[in-house]
C-alpha cells in the first residue's frame, strides 16, 4: 500500500517509482517469456498486430522495439500481471476501489540502438471524461541514467495539453520549444529490475536513445478509474468490461474538467508512438541513424 506521503507526491509531480515490486521467479518468467517472444520476430519482416520493429530488423539480428497490446492476448501470463494484487492495490490509493486496464505494451531498448519516444502525454492519446488515468511501467532490466530511463517532466500533468499535430494531422509528440514546458526539468525515474514506475496520463515525458551496452525493457499497463469513458468512444461493450480488474464497472461516466486535444485526424503513420511520430516535425532525440550517419 502507498503512505500519505507518496500519494501527495504523486498528486504534486505526478509520478512515483516503486523499488522492486517483481521479484524471484515472477520477473525471471516475465524477462524469460519476453525473450522467447522476441526470438521469434526472426520470422517477421514487417510489424504485424505483435511486433513493432526497428528499422535495422532483420531475420539475422531480430530487433523488436515494442512488443503490441496482442501480447495481453496470446500470452496469460502477461493477462494474468495487469490483474495482479501487487500492482492493483497500490492503485486503489490513486484510483479508487474501481478499475479498468485500458491497454498496454513493452517498450524495448535494446542494448545500443534503442529507439527513442519523443516528448509527449499520454492524454494526447486517450483523452477520458475525467482524468484518473495512469501508466504504470515495470522494468525488466536495472535501469540507470545510460540506458534510456523513461523522463518525466514534475508536475506538468497540472498544465495544458499540448499540441501533438503536425502538418495539420495527430502525430503523437509536441514541440518542447514550442510549448510552455521546460524539459530541462525532466527527471529520470530509475530503479533496479522488477521496480514499478507510475505516471499520470497527463504528464509530459520521453525518453532518449539507449546509448549503453545494456538493454531496457518496460512494460506498460495503462489503467483508469472504471468511471472515467474514453471520449473517443467504446467500439467493444463487452471487452470494456472484461478489463476491469478492480472492483465494479460503471455506466455513469463521472465527468470532470481537463484539457482536451483530440488525436483526430488520424496520423499518418500508424501502428505504435513510434510509427505517429515519423510525422512529427520536430524531433528532440538523436535517432540511431542519426548517430550513424554522424559517425
Known amino acids: 500500500m502507498l503512505t500519505a506521503q507518496q500519494i501527495e507526491t504523486y498528486r504534486r509531480d505526478g509520478y512515483l517509482v516503486i523499488p522492486r515490486l517483481i521479484e524471484g521467479a515472477q520477473l525471471a518468467e516475465l524477462r524469460s517469456l519476453t525473450d522467447g517472444i522476441v526470438a521469434e520476430a ?3 519482416t514487417v510489424n504485424d498486430d505483435l511486433y513493432d520493429l526497428e528499422p535495422s530488423h532483420s ?10 497490446p496482442a501480447i495481453f492476448k496470446r500470452y496469460a501470463f ?10 492493483t492495490s497500490i ?11 485500458y491497454g498496454g505494451k513493452l517498450n524495448m531498448k535494446s542494448a545500443g540502438y534503442g529507439a527513442p519516444v519523443e516528448w509527449h502525454q499520454d492524454w494526447a492519446f486517450y483523452p477520458h471524461t475525467n482524468d484518473d488515468v495512469l501508466a504504470t511501467g515495470i522494468y525488466l532490466d536495472d535501469c540507470d541514467i545510460d540506458n534510456g530511463p523513461l523522463m518525466v517532466v514534475p508536475g506538468s500533468h497540472h498544465g ?29 525515474l530509475m530503479g533496479p529490475a522488477g521496480s514499478m514506475t507510475i505516471h499520470h496520463a497527463r504528464l509530459v515525458h520521453g525518453s532518449a536513445l539507449n546509448r549503453s551496452n545494456r538493454q531496457r525493457r518496460l512494460l506498460l499497463h495503462e489503467y483508469t478509474a472504471a468511471d472515467a469513458w474514453p471520449l473517443m468512444g467504446v467500439s467493444n461493450f463487452d471487452d470494456f468490461n ?5 472492483g465494479k464497472p460503471s455506466v455513469e461516466p ?14 499518418d503513420h500508424q501502428g505504435s508512438i513510434y510509427e505517429n511520430q515519423r510525422g512529427s516535425g520536430h524531433r528532440f532525440f538523436e535517432t540511431y541513424e542519426e548517430r550513424s550517419v554522424a559517425r
Open 42 to 44: 526472426r520470422g517477421v
Open 242 to 246: 472484461d478489463r476491469m480488474v478492480l
Open 59 to 68: 531475420a539475422a539480428l531480430p530487433r523488436v522495439r515494442r512488443l503490441k
Open 78 to 87: 502477461f493477462r494474468a500481471l495487469t490483474r495482479d494484487p501487487k500492482i
Open 254 to 267: 463521472r465527468i470532470v474538467a481537463a484539457p482536451v486535444r483530440m488525436p483526430l485526424p488520424a496520423a
Open 91 to 101: 492503485l486503489t490509493a490513486l484510483l479508487g476501489p474501481d478499475i479498468r486496464f
Open 160 to 188: 495544458p495539453t499540448f499540441d501533438h499535430h503536425a502538418g495539420g494531422r495527430f502525430c503523437g509528440a509536441f514541440d518542447p520549444q514550442a510549448s510552455t514546458v521546460d524539459v530541462s526539468k525532466a527527471v529520470p
